[in-house]
């Protein structure tokens, strides 16, 4: 499966961002989705997931009651609803897929999309 990120930009402190992840492949409704960021020097991290049927959500600690993920698998498509943005959110985001069960693991996931920048300004 190929994946392309894309909604990126830049947003004050308190805005809000809807990233989107368009998925190739018919077999795009098997796979569990997430998001991961990844900021200057640091190293990548897991922001949330959601299982093959978006029936399962799991989220980071620093986003949770923000951030919301969701999936339209009749669109071959994930997002991620990014409310209330602080300026530690100021990373480059990657969407990702593995089979079925959903994972915080950077490892687990097989397909990587090419990021897409998100800047919070204070």
């Known amino acids: 499966v190929q994946l392309q990120a894309s909604g990126g930009g830049l947003v004050q402190a308190g805005g809000s961002l809807r990233l989107s992840c368009a998925a190739s492949?018919?077999?795009?409704?098997?796979?569990?989705m997430g998001w991961f960021r990844q900021a200057p020097g640091k190293e990548r991290e897991f922001v949330a997931a959601?299982?093959?049927?978006?029936?399962?959500?799991f989220y980071a600690e620093s986003v949770k009651g923000r951030f919301t993920i969701s999936r339209d698998n009749a669109k071959n498509t994930v997002y991620l609803q990014m409310n209330s943005l602080k300026p530690e959110d100021t990373a480059d985001y990657y969407c990702?897929?593995?089979?079925?069960?959903?994972?915080?693991?950077?490892?687990?996931?097989?397909?990587w999309g090419q990021g897409t920048q998100v800047t919070v300004s204070s």
């Open positions: 990702a897929a593995r089979n079925v069960v959903l994972s915080t693991r950077t490892s687990d996931y097989s397909y």
């Open positions: 492949g018919r077999t795009f409704s098997s796979y569990a």
């Open positions: 959601i299982s093959w049927g978006g029936g399962n959500t």
